[in-house]
């Protein structure tokens, strides 16, 4: 019975350290709050494949499986003919939330992994929230972070832009 426990504790901790390997050691977290409801804020960003209509970064994307289901991929063409291959890994409609990894990418990052997410806030607005975990591949962690900080204001602000009160 020891050695049963032991070796089951030794699996568990295997699979803990493992996990700290999967994502990367680097995060990014950005916030806005966004001046419309979350059921509306989510008609534009909860499609998977419609990147291309709310991040300015992003020309075009093309969609391979279903949108709303754990493994489709999107391949996104950026505005300077670079390409982009991200797959989808969890999404809920109902959570206004998804996760998606970069699988293919000229940027100087690994490991990528991200979510978005959309939660009420005052007044019947959105808070939206995009977190990603990755490494620096070639370059400094810190110039790693900026780039992906960048990104995601970008988006951020686009989506903003569009809600925005007079």
Known sequence: MKTRTF?????GLL??????????????EREVTIDTSPATV???????NAIDVWHPAVLKS????QAGRAG???LLTLEDGATRLEKLLSYSAA??????????SALPVA???????????EEG?????WRATFDANGISDEQATAIIGGLHDAGMAKVRANFRQP
Do not use: D, H
């Open 42 to 48: 989510w008609k534009l960003v909860g499609n998977f």
């Open 62 to 65: 093309e969609l391979q499986g």
């Open 72 to 74: 489709a991929r999107r």
């Open 111 to 121: 490991n990528y992994k991200a979510t978005l997410t959309l939660s009420p806030a």
């Open 125 to 129: 607005r959105t808070l939206m929230t």
């Open 95 to 104: 959570q206004r939330s998804y996760s998606y990894a970069i699988i293919e």
């Open 7 to 11: 070796l089951l504790s030794v699996a």
């Open 15 to 28: 699979l803990a350290t493992g996990s700290c390997f999967a994502a990367g050691a680097l995060s990014v």
